[in-house]
């Protein structure tokens, strides 16, 4: 039989990545809903709720944890296991201390919240200038894990897998390829100049730089400091919420809730405001499992898991006639090369994520499976060793 060239594999671990990205699908789902049947994506009320999702969900979830699992935030451990999984050892590096002080810490996690504040506040409110495709933010996606991959090398000093590089270099080349056709697809007119244009790609690119720093920065305090995960959404919940409040001192943000009661009537109101419940309980959730995922994983992986889906989101956009638009008709070029390179982008994230095994050029050595493989081979020989040995002393005898 002819030797696997590719496998599709599967481990305990990417139950959370897994987790995290139907809660990243069910909070983007939940919020394109309210603008699309309320007309209501008001930033100033969403981004204080997202943090006060972050805060209780991380708050609830490290209590509990330390109730029954007996764990504190600063605590020693030198256990192989966390959340009941085993670590394999060479996958991360676990380091039993911390090795900053604690206001140094905190002013980490700070820095998270105001990076999560200001690529949120971006996000959403970079001006959505005539012409300029939806997707453009989702479709850069892939800068935050280079940035990742570089600050995970480079700073953290952790290592990047063989299979996880090829899926790095793969990302950068589509990258580059979405910067270029940007330029050839976009229609520039008397609304949107070039100049107006690389504003917009270089607001984006800082927002996505924030994000990949927020996650940075985790993966130093998860690994270095042994910092729990839950206790750190509960800093960065509220330090972002007062950024939120400072921000709200100058934009009310119930001006657009008073405006759309007067306008509806009162059981679309109740509906408005059980979904924005909704999106409180959701951004937690979603929270939850990012930082979960960032823990046992890396922040590479965090990201890829958010733009995993892009190409269905740009399937529907396209049928829909919300994007990939010129002169205000579908642009079938354009939507076929990004559909492709988006296609491209996640195959190679599965290949990072190891849900894909490639088996060539020594691309499954460093894998999960491979390396839990050779464990089991050892321990394999090492029994038959001292069965040998025990044989050999009882013929002695």
Do not use: W
């Not at 810490?105 to 409110?125: K, T, Y």
């Not at 970079?126 to 800068?143: A, D, Y």
């Not at 050839?184 to 996505?208: A, R, V």
């Amino acid at each position: 039989m002819a030797n696997r060239v590719i496998k599709f594999a599967t481990r305990r671990n990417l139950i959370y990545p897994l987790q995290y990205l139907i809660y990243n699908v069910l909070r983007d789902t939940e919020s394109t809903l309210v603008d699309k049947y309320f007309n209501y994506s008001d930033s100033l009320m969403f981004t204080p709720l997202m943090f006060i999702g972050e805060f209780f969900s991380g708050l609830i979830v490290y209590y509990k944890q330390k109730k029954f699992v007996h764990k504190s935030l600063f605590k020693d451990n030198n256990s192989d296991k966390y959340m009941n999984l085993e670590l394999i050892k060479g996958e991360t590096i676990y380091h039993s201390k911390k090795i900053d002080r604690i206001p140094k810490m905190i002013f980490i996690l700070f820095c998270c919240a105001f990076f999560d504040f200001v690529q949120f506040i971006l996000s959403i409110n970079t001006p959505q200038f005539i012409n300029v495709s939806k997707s453009i933010r989702s479709r850069l996606g892939g800068i935050v894990i280079v940035f990742n991959a570089l600050f995970y090398y480079f700073v953290l000093k952790l290592p990047v897998l063989r299979h996880q590089s090829l899926s790095l270099i793969i990302n950068g080349i589509c990258l580059l390829i979405v910067y270029i056709t940007e330029f050839i697809f976009q229609e520039t007119n008397f609304f949107l100049s070039y100049g107006q244009f690389i504003i917009i790609l270089l607001l984006s690119s800082i927002g996505l730089f924030f994000n990949s720093m927020i996650d940075s920065n985790e993966k130093y305090l998860y690994e270095y400091n042994n910092m729990n995960p839950f206790y750190s959404l509960v800093f960065e919940g509220f330090f972002g919420f007062l950024f939120s409040l400072i921000y709200d001192l100058y934009h009310n943000p119930f001006e657009k809730i008073n405006e759309f009661k007067k306008s509806h009537n009162t059981s679309e109101f109740v509906i408005l405001i059980f979904c924005l419940i909704l999106y409180v309980i959701l951004s937690g959730l979603k929270n939850l499992l990012r930082v979960n995922t960032t823990k046992i994983f890396t922040p590479m992986t965090t990201t890829s898991v958010e733009y995993i889906l892009n190409p269905i989101y740009f399937i529907i956009d396209f049928a829909l006639g919300e994007d990939f638009l010129t002169s205000g008709k579908r642009n079938y070029a354009y939507f076929i090369i990004n559909l492709i390179i988006g296609i491209i982008i996640s195959f190679s994230n599965l290949i990072f994520n190891e849900f894909l095994i490639l088996f060539f050029c020594d691309l499954d050595k460093d894998t999960h499976l491979e390396i839990s493989k050779r464990s089991e081979h050892d321990e394999d020989f090492i029994q038959l060793e001292n069965m040998n040995n025990n044989n050999d002393d009882n013929t002695e005898t």
